[in-house]
RNA sequence: GCGGCCAUGGUGAAACGGUUAUCACAGGGGUUUGUGGUACCUCUAUUACGGGUUCGAUUCCCGUUGGCCGCCCCA
């Protein structure tokens, strides 16, 4: 009895088990590209050489700026429990609902790649105890970030943010240090930049506005377009800077949420904008400004490439942040603990800067090549090589090739200026050729000293 | 997640449904033994993948995948 009732049990689990295996076969069939089709997954890239110097300007500046203005530099891992993202981000959120990539990972937790990296900070803050040090905390970090949806303009599945957080200080003049950090950032590239500020007040005040905003679009629910009336439902502030074309004209008579800000969020927010004012950044006051991520409160801001708006711009804000005082208790850290950041979207931000015509500044630029003839002068190049490099003077070279010929092809595609020219003869006399790649001349000169030579030829 | 446009070598393009799929650039190798920025020769594509229509498909149709763009959302 106990026997057939196993045997049947084990009988149907093999069969659901198969059942199951058949699924996901033909699923993973399905999924699988042609193996021929070799490509990264889709809104994933690789980043080459020659884009490289783009980076380099953007990670140097936004470093150099942390430097300056004292911010400590963080790194964070790629993955979290999926949790520390679920409970802060806001639960409504396209980000929480469709674009994280949550999977479970061989130990069965729940993980997340980051879609973003403030909650994170935070967890690092609160972590590591580093409310005991002076406040607030300055941190500063950059990476990959991840978010499933579907890849456009300024948009991938993996991008690149750095960001400035400062935890522990409820002053408004961190605010408007933050806004002038991030309009310096791209003042330095050489990108001129429209600040857009709004304040959204706590979310007593936001949800008080929020019904008010609600009753006010129900009055034209039947006028509203699909999109709209589910943000209605779901996300009302995000009918402030809905783009229907209708929506200008609602919004005239619609309630401000500056008109409900509490006394303290309006006197943080006047402040914030006189610090501004006195540092001379400009900014444009913009009443529909909403931050997508429910942490934040009171200001809220971006940064737009001058010349768009918000409605307008082709991949939305280059950089955006806001107040999240409550973000720190809201994860279980001391009660009442302000912060203030912002995130950069580098992708977005290489993108202008190649638009602009900016000057990358590639680094490697070797103005000497070395060029060899057989395998003693092999040898004593491979040597060679390495003097110049003690020197910090860059050679490039073609080991692996063999005639001259070839070698001086790769030396001026490379727009070397020199090329230092080693054959059998001159190892056997100990001397060595130093062309001038731009007048052709050629000298001999004595092989030990060629390293001293040539660093005088470089300085002129 | 929804919609529009698109898909030919490393890159940019060409080929009325009919030969060994053409051209330019880039790249590799060479044009007899040690000299570049000019020449010549030569190599590098099962036309994204899968299916269908057809005597015949790079070309027409469907699906998949991917790219660009708009929406949603966001950096």
């Given at each position: 009895?106990?026997a057939?009732?196993?045997?049947?049990a084990?009988?149907v689990?093999?069969a659901?088990?198969?059942?199951?295996?058949?699924?996901?076969?033909?699923?993973?069939?399905?999924?699988?590209?042609?193996p021929?089709?070799?490509?990264?997954?889709?809104?994933?890239?690789?980043?080459?050489?020659?884009?490289?110097?783009?980076?380099?300007?953007?990670?140097?500046?936004?470093?150099?700026?942390a430097?300056?203005?004292?911010?400590?530099r963080?790194?964070?891992?790629?993955?979290?429990?999926a949790?520390?993202?679920?409970?802060?981000?806001?639960k409504?959120?396209?980000?929480?609902?469709?674009?994280?990539?949550?999977?479970?990972?061989?130990?069965?937790?729940?993980v997340?790649?980051?879609?973003?990296?403030?909650?994170?900070?935070?967890?690092?803050?609160?972590?590591?105890?580093?409310?005991?040090?002076?406040?607030p905390?300055?941190?500063?970090?950059e990476?990959?970030?991840?978010?499933?949806?579907?890849?456009?303009?300024g948009?991938?599945?993996?991008?690149?943010?750095?960001?400035?957080?400062?935890?522990?200080?409820a002053?408004p003049?961190?605010?408007?240090?933050?806004?002038?950090?991030?309009?310096?950032?791209?003042?330095?590239?050489?990108?001129?930049?429209?600040?857009?500020?709004?304040?959204?007040?706590?979310?007593?005040?936001?949800?008080?506005?929020?019904?008010?905003?609600?009753?006010?679009?129900?009055?034209?629910?039947?006028n509203?377009?699909?999109?709209?009336?589910?943000?209605?439902?779901k996300n009302?502030l995000r009918?402030?800077?809905?783009?229907e074309?209708?929506?200008?004209?609602?919004?005239?008579?619609?309630?401000?949420?500056?008109?409900?800000?509490?006394?303290?969020?309006?006197?943080?927010?006047?402040?914030?904008?006189?610090?501004?004012?006195?540092?001379?950044?400009?900014y444009?006051?913009?009443?529909?400004?909403v931050?997508?991520?429910?942490?934040?409160?009171?200001?809220?801001?971006?940064m737009?490439?001058?010349?768009?708006?918000?409605?307008?711009?082709?991949?939305?804000?280059?950089?955006s942040?806001?107040?999240?005082d409550?973000?720190v208790?809201?994860?279980?850290g001391?009660?009442?603990?302000?912060?203030?950041?912002?995130a950069?979207?580098?992708?977005?931000?290489?993108?202008?800067?190649k638009?602009?015509?900016?000057?990358?500044?590639?680094r490697?630029?070797?103005?000497?090549?070395?060029?060899?003839?057989?395998?003693?002068?092999?040898?004593?190049?491979?040597?060679?090589?390495e003097?110049?490099?003690?020197?910090?003077?860059?050679?490039?070279e073609?080991?692996?090739?063999?005639?001259?010929?070839?070698?001086?092809?790769?030396a001026?595609?490379?727009?070397a200026a020199?090329?230092?020219?080693?054959?059998?003869?001159?190892?056997?006399?100990g001397?060595?050729?130093i062309?001038?790649?731009?007048?052709?001349?050629?000298?001999i000169?004595?092989?030990?000293?060629?390293?001293?030579?040539?660093?005088?030829?470089l300085?002129?």
């Amino acid at each position: 009895m106990m026997a057939k009732k196993i045997i049947k049990a084990s009988r149907v689990e093999r069969a659901s088990r198969v059942a199951k295996v058949e699924v996901e076969a033909e699923e993973t069939v399905k999924k699988q590209r042609a193996p021929k089709d070799l490509t990264t997954l889709r809104g994933f890239r690789d980043v080459l050489p020659e884009e490289e110097p783009y980076w380099n300007r953007v990670r140097d500046n936004a470093r150099q700026l942390a430097e300056y203005y004292s911010f400590g530099r963080l790194d964070l891992p790629l993955l979290e429990y999926a949790d520390l993202f679920q409970r802060t981000l806001g639960k409504a959120t396209d980000v929480i609902e469709k674009e994280m990539y949550v999977f479970t990972d061989p130990s069965g937790y729940d993980v997340a790649l980051r879609p973003e990296a403030t909650a994170q900070t935070v967890r690092a803050y609160i972590n590591h105890g580093m409310l005991n040090r002076p406040q607030p905390v300055k941190l500063y970090y950059e990476g990959q970030m991840f978010r499933h949806d579907r890849p456009q303009a300024g948009r991938y599945r993996q991008f690149n943010q750095f960001g400035f957080e400062s935890i522990g200080e409820a002053d408004p003049i961190v605010d408007a240090q933050l806004i002038v950090i991030g309009e310096r950032f791209f003042r330095d590239l050489g990108l001129n930049v429209v600040v857009e500020i709004n304040s959204i007040g706590t979310s007593e005040t936001r949800k008080a506005y929020v019904m008010e905003l609600v009753s006010y679009f129900r009055g034209f629910r039947k006028n509203l377009s699909e999109d709209d009336k589910r943000r209605l439902q779901k996300n009302p502030l995000r009918l402030l800077d809905s783009k229907e074309p209708y929506m200008a004209e609602l919004l005239k008579d619609a309630p401000q949420i500056v008109d409900w800000l509490d006394e303290a969020s309006k006197n943080h927010f006047m402040k914030v904008l006189e610090f501004l004012e006195e540092i001379e950044v400009p900014y444009r006051l913009n009443p529909h400004l909403v931050r997508g991520l429910d942490y934040y409160n009171r200001t809220v801001f971006e940064m737009y490439l001058a010349g768009e708006t918000s409605s307008e711009a082709s991949q939305g804000a280059l950089l955006s942040g806001g107040r999240y005082d409550g973000l720190v208790e809201m994860l279980g850290g001391r009660e009442g603990t302000p912060a203030c950041g912002f995130a950069c979207g580098m992708e977005r931000v290489v993108s202008a800067l190649k638009e602009a015509g900016v000057d990358p500044n590639p680094r490697f630029q070797p103005r000497v090549f070395f060029a060899q003839l057989g395998d003693a002068a092999r040898r004593k190049g491979l040597r060679l090589f390495e003097e110049f490099r003690a020197e910090h003077i860059q050679v490039a070279e073609a080991f692996g090739k063999g005639s001259l010929k070839a070698q001086l092809e790769v030396a001026n595609k490379m727009n070397a200026a020199y090329t230092i020219i080693l054959g059998q003869k001159e190892v056997l006399d100990g001397t060595i050729i130093i062309r001038d790649m731009d007048s052709g001349a050629q000298e001999i000169v004595d092989a030990g000293k060629v390293v001293s030579i040539m660093q005088k030829r470089l300085v002129l």
